[in-house]
């Protein structure tokens, strides 16, 4: 799917379905991952160790598969914004904002592209308006882009209005470990008070016609939580992770063949299998 059609998806409410893929490095599995259902291709340059050649490889491939790539850049700074559109991403997503001009920085770097210097900054404060050939271009060159904003913090929720208000903006990123942590309640997601300030953003995105979504494991969420969130208006779908799917579904299966065959599992020595990462 296009970046232009994602882009509508977001605005209009439909939904659109993507989870947080790291299978490149082997071509063989990359190309049987384009044969999953996806719209997007979550590719995160926050956490994980993913360099600029990398991105761009990512990016190559799953635009040409008709797979649209959205990078998750470190923080709110046109160039890694700027980085990420260079390497092929359609959709920008940046973490963590909490004002409206890190808004506004983004949105200069996706939406008008290649303008810089004080010819965007005039642009981007109302004081000089580009002619038609210019924004003709520039919707023309930028079609396929689109920006994600990341609202991980109480104090991003209480400025959600005038955050996804700023011209550019297509969608909503909740963090779910950054939103607990500022709410003093980490990983309690299970929590009625998470739960109600998730519910309650996704509610007031899709009142200002803006894309949101929640990043997780949906398969392990709290009983009914998905249903609520999608009764509220969720529509940009990101499904945990191609490699925690692929573990999670692989330990199904060999627990199921084990329990038939009378047998136990047991891991001799100490591995340590948990990973600090967006991954799960």
Partial sequence: ?????????????????????????????????TGVELDFAFI???????????????????????????????CPDAYYASMALDAGAQGVTVPYVETVEEVKTIVGAVKYRPIKGKFLADVLDGTREPTKKTIEYLNHFNRDNYV?????????????EALISVRGVDGVFLGPHDISMSMEIPEEYDNPLFMDVVEDVIRRCRALNVGVGLHTQWASVAPGLLDRLLDAGMNWIANGSDVVTLRDGLNH???GIREKAGDSYSRDG??????SSCLG
């Fill in 1 to 33: 799917m296009r970046g232009e059609i994602i882009r509508e998806k977001l605005h209009s409410g439909e939904r659109v379905y993507g989870t947080h893929v790291c299978s490149l490095s082997n071509p063989v599995t990359a190309k049987m991952e």
């Fill in 44 to 74: 995160c340059n926050e956490h994980m160790p993913i360099d600029r050649t990398e991105t761009s490889m990512m990016c190559q491939f799953y635009a040409a598969h008709g797979v649209s790539p959205c990078v998750r850049i470190p």
């Fill in 148 to 160: 994600i904003i990341g609202i991980e913090s109480v104090e991003a929720i209480r400025n959600l």
């Fill in 253 to 255: 299966t060999l627990r």
């Fill in 270 to 275: 100490d591995a340590d299998t948990q990973v």
